[in-house]
């Protein structure tokens, strides 16, 4: 998670970045992410055979809880930083708003990496 979060502030901190780069920084926080699917497995063979449903359904609650509260409360602190320039009926967000909200993403990763 510490990798994950370290590519957040990585665009946090250098503004607009290349496309080759911003895909490059996309693709690694794809491949730290990916070992979150050995939780499942983890659980499922540290666990009973009677156990490792309920094991296994206790990792997804933390899978499914952390993007359930993560995004309705970046999409609210970037309507409260919205200054209310619309376009083609759609609102655009300053940088400052996009920052407020990876800001927020990128301190949940760190507050869940490994001390």
């Known amino acids: 998670m510490l990798l994950l979060a370290l590519g957040w ?3 946090i901190a250098s503004g607009p970045l290349p496309s080759a780069l911003t895909y490059l ?5 794809g491949l730290v992410t990916a070992s979150l699917t050995l939780s499942c497995v983890c ?5 009973p055979p009677l156990l490792f449903g309920m094991a296994t359904s206790v990792v997804n609650v933390g899978v499914f809880l952390g993007p359930a509260i993560l995004q309705p409360l970046v999409g ?3 309507d409260r930083a919205w200054d209310g320039a619309m376009a083609e009926g759609a609102r655009l967000y300053s940088a400052a708003a996009y920052t407020t909200g990876l800001t927020i993403l990128a301190t949940a990763a760190a507050r869940r990496a490994p001390r």
């Open 43 to 47: 659980a499922k063979e540290m666990n």
């Open 25 to 29: 920084i996309c693709g690694a926080m």
């Open 76 to 78: 609210w602190a970037m």
């Open 9 to 11: 502030w990585i665009w």
